[in-house]
């Protein structure tokens, strides 16, 4: 009984191709013989010794199937990364500021005349190197120069002062935690959304901290409103800790910038200095991940238990933080630009 060969895969199809024709060129067997002992059909064999006789072995294998023709051009395609690249779609009259697939395939259309399914639109990112990814926030009032001169002169020699003084370098920040934050994303079987159990105690409390880069860490939780006279206690208690000389670098919140704390740091005698970052401009600043660790690895992941305090376990939670001077070090080289160490 003769068997179908185009049942069999590719690669063993190529095998039999090979094996067939080198029987009849090389051993000299009868094709219909060869074909036979094979159990295919006769005359499969003779266009593949036409093959073997126009193009040698190499027409015998298995070639890889080109495809549909692309719809874009190379340069097409590289203008396209262009056109997402560090821009916005609202820059080209969209609406929406995030880029999707539906937007990218509405300006193909609109600019190359082509149109793409969304499916096509996935693959075509994907070669470009464009993958989705969750942006992060830039205020209309950043200052580019601003930024650009502090991670250029500013902060250098700030370094260079340091040294000098035998100073270490703080980064402080404060933020807000609540018990009620959006949860981290679980399993669950399709159509049936999970629950989760947890207090419905709304709490809310905040907390300050510092960070070296060389692992050193303070943070104290509080509750209600940061002002100059509550700063100005922070600032009291994290030099209780014998720090020697430190620059400390905050961001423009009014507490940072009332008269009182300057007039606390000036009693200082220079062994504490307060230097500011440019406006808007938090990614600068170490200390915005610890909130972001404190954040993603606490209650969002561990929602709290009936009768539990948020504020323990904000306490607990930074409490792990200084604990573990490497993750305090990591946090240096989380912003875009990565802080010398110390």
Not at 2 to 8: E, H, I, S, T
Not at 87 to 93: H, L, N, V
Not at 198 to 215: E, F, P, W, Y
Request: proline share 6%; net charge positive; glycine share 8%.
């Amino acid at each position: 009984m003769k068997q179908d060969g185009r049942k069999l895969d590719h690669k063993a199809l190529e095998a039999i191709r090979v094996i067939a024709v080198r029987r009849v060129t090389e051993d000299g067997e009868a094709p219909s013989e060869v074909m036979d002992s094979l159990g295919l059909c006769r005359t499969s064999i003779y266009p593949w010794l036409r093959l073997q006789r126009k193009k040698g072995q190499a027409g015998l294998l298995m070639k890889k199937a080109s495809g549909p023709r692309p719809k874009l051009t190379e340069a097409q395609g590289r203008q396209v990364r262009r056109w997402i690249a560090g821009k916005d779609p609202r820059q080209y009259g969209f609406e929406f500021g995030l880029w999707t697939r539906q937007i990218v395939s509405q300006l193909i259309q609109e600019k190359f005349g082509v149109a793409l399914q969304l499916t096509a639109v996935g693959r075509l990112l994907a070669r470009l190197g464009v993958t989705p990814q969750k942006p992060l926030r830039r205020a209309y009032e950043r200052d580019p120069k601003a930024v650009q001169a502090w991670l250029e002169q500013t902060y250098p020699r700030l370094r260079r002062r340091a040294k000098q003084r035998g100073a270490t370098i703080f980064f402080l920040d404060e933020a807000g935690f609540s018990s009620e934050p959006n949860l981290g994303r679980t399993y669950g079987l399709k159509g049936q959304t999970p629950v989760v159990k947890t207090t419905g105690q709304r709490q809310k409390v905040s907390a300050i901290s510092a960070v070296s880069a060389t692992g050193k860490f303070w943070s104290q939780v509080y509750t209600g409103m940061l002002n100059a006279t509550r700063f100005v206690s922070f600032l009291k208690a994290f030099r209780r800790g014998g720090r020697g000389v430190v620059f400390l670098v905050v961001d423009g919140h009014p507490s940072h910038r009332a008269k009182a704390v300057a007039t606390y740091v000036a009693a200082c005698g220079g062994d504490l200095e307060l230097h500011f970052l440019p406006p808007y401009a938090p990614d600068l600043n170490p200390d915005e991940f610890v909130w972001q660790h404190a954040k993603t690895n606490g209650v969002a992941k561990k929602p709290l238990m009936k009768n539990e305090s948020l504020r323990a376990r904000v306490e607990s939670d930074l409490s792990n933080i200084q604990a573990n001077p490497r993750l305090v070090r990591a946090f240096f080289s989380a912003p875009s630009v990565v802080y010398a160490r110390d």
